[in-house]
Structure formats: structure tokens, C-alpha cells
């Protein structure tokens, strides 16, 4: 059964965190202090009420074409070992996907553990969309925090170098403190870009962004999206709508080709239409607790 956590499932939720990843207490301390919230938890429960696998939902907002719109980080993925190969995360991933549609959640956005996980994620409509160690943009907060006179200085300085980014991952005055504790508890060691993957969950709202940026662009778009089903959305005049009918659209997308359109995610490799269309970026995310 998939339900919200609740402060008896808390420490199980902690417990499966730290059988299947192994972080230290350190970390784990301040993970469930600052970022961990039961409604913002689903777990799994088999045997007797036993919370056998969860995932977190973070939530952040990311510049996207000019404007900031919220999205909810996946986090802590696990189930224990014993309860593996029976579709338990794959409950949990879509029963996520569908709480972002109802909490008007446009996006979803993770970081795999390891590489071998990239497939298993596209199971799901992830793609790629954030490279690892992208070197347009290495960032520490060693130097801001050092030579600033409190939280709140050191704060506007960071908060300023990210909004000069498009396709950046923000982070807000709460998740900046956050992030200055776990640096003290590393030393503050450089962060370098991520390897991160983004499902789409609202392609009219994200496709809207784009037109609003590019309105010169026109064309009829059809999604077929493998959990939500086909959509067919125009774009024209700097917005996006909803098509009803079976009109012949202008190309055929999956939501993990748009989800990388619209990031911009390689695309000057890509032929035309999309090259033409959609330019490239250099999306940028990192001090996500890693």
C-alpha cells in the first residue's frame, strides 16, 4: 500500500535512507531536520504495516525561460533489500507524478545515484537534462561565506550569482542555511554541475514559457506521454494551448525528447525541426545536499 509518511513511519523513512545509501548521522541529522517533511513523503507498506520503501519530493523552483517555476526534487529513492524486484518504487514514482499534477507541480527533477539508474529512470518519462561537471559555471560558497558579514549578506550574493542563470536550479534563504551547514560538516569542498534527469508533468505550462521567450515560433506539437497519455499542443503567437481532434501535427515527441527540447539539453546536435526550434542550454543544478 503507497501512502503519505507520518511521524510514526519517520524513522523507518530514516532507517531504509540509511541502510540503502550509508550516509553518516552528520548528514542524516541534517537532512531530516531541514528538508524532511511527512507530506511530502511517500512510502511503501507491506507486511504487517512494515515501511518497506519510500521517496521524498523536495520542493524548489528553477528559472525556465525567464520565469521561476516551482518543481519538486526527488529524493532518498529506496527500498530494502529484501522487497526489491516487486514494483514498489514504480508505485511510488507514479503515484508522485500524480501528486505534482494535482499540486500544480509542472516538474520533476532527480539525480540518479548511479549511472546504471539513467534507464530504469526512463522507465518513468526521466531523460537527461543536466550534465556532470558542466564547466561554464563551478561555484563555492567558501569565498561568499568567508568574506561576508552574516547569513543574510552572504545570502543576497549567492541568490544574485543564480538568478543571472537561465535554466538554474534556485535555492531559497532556508535551503542556503542549510546548505552553509553541510559545507561546514565538509570543509566546503568545490560543487561542480550534476548529472540530473527532469520529467515533464505540465507540457502546456512549460511549452507557455517557451512560446512567451520565443514568439516568433509556431507549431503544432503531438505528445505522447507513456503515464498521461497523448496531448496535441500548439504553440503560436507566444503562447500554448490544448488542441481537441485529430488534426496532423508538425512532429511527434515523447515526454522525455520534450523534456530535453525544452531544456535545450544537447540540442545543437539534434536535426531540424528541433535544432532550429529549440536552442541550446547549459541547464544548471548543484548544493543539493549530495
Known amino acids: 500500500m503507497i501512502q503519505f509518511a507520518n511521524p510514526h513511519t519517520r524513522p523507518a523513512v530514516r532507517n531504509i535512507w540509511k541502510e540503502v545509501f550509508g550516509d553518516d548521522d552528520v548528514y542524516m541529522d541534517l537532512y531530516f531536520a531541514e528538508k524532511y517533511e511527512d507530506e511530502n513523503t511517500l512510502v511503501a507498506v507491506e507486511d504487517n504495516n512494515k515501511v518497506v520503501a519510500s521517496l521524498q519530493m523536495l520542493p524548489y523552483e528553477i528559472t525556465f525561460y525567464g520565469s521561476k517555476i516551482p518543481f519538486y526534487y526527488l529524493a532518498g529513492l529506496s ?111 568545490p560543487k561542480l554541475n550534476l548529472s540530473g534527469l527532469a520529467r515533464i508533468i505540465d507540457p502546456e505550462l512549460l511549452l507557455h514559457l517557451y512560446a512567451k521567450k520565443h514568439p516568433e515560433n509556431k507549431f503544432l506539437v503531438e505528445l505522447q506521454d507513456i503515464q498521461f497519455g497523448r496531448k496535441l499542443i500548439s504553440v503560436e503567437n507566444g503562447s500554448s494551448k490544448l488542441i481537441y481532434g485529430n488534426f496532423p501535427p508538425d512532429f511527434k515527441v515523447d515526454e522525455k525528447l520534450l523534456v530535453q527540447l525544452l531544456f535545450g539539453f544537447r540540442t545543437h546536435f539534434m536535426t531540424d525541426p528541433f535544432r532550429s526550434l529549440f536552442p541550446n542550454h547549459n541547464p544548471i543544478m548543484n548544493y543539493m545536499l549530495e
Open 79 to 189: 527500498t530494502l533489500p529484501d522487497y526489491r524486484g516487486r514494483g514498489l518504487m514504480a508505485q511510488l514514482i507514479l503515484k508522485s507524478h500524480e501528486l505534482m499534477l494535482q499540486r500544480h507541480i509542472p516538474l520533476s527533477i532527480l539525480v540518479p545515484a548511479e549511472r546504471s539508474l539513467f534507464a530504469y529512470y526512463a522507465r518513468f518519462g526521466y531523460a537527461q537534462t543536466f550534465r556532470k561537471n558542466y564547466i561554464g559555471f563551478e561555484f563555492s560558497v567558501k569565498e561568499i561565506w568567508k568574506n561576508s558579514r552574516d547569513e543574510n549578506e552572504a545570502y543576497q550574493i549567492f541568490d544574485k550569482t543564480y538568478n543571472q542563470h537561465d535554466f538554474c536550479v534556485q535555492k531559497s534563504f532556508s535551503d542556503f542555511k542549510t546548505i552553509i551547514q553541510q559545507e561546514n560538516n565538509e570543509d566546503f569542498q
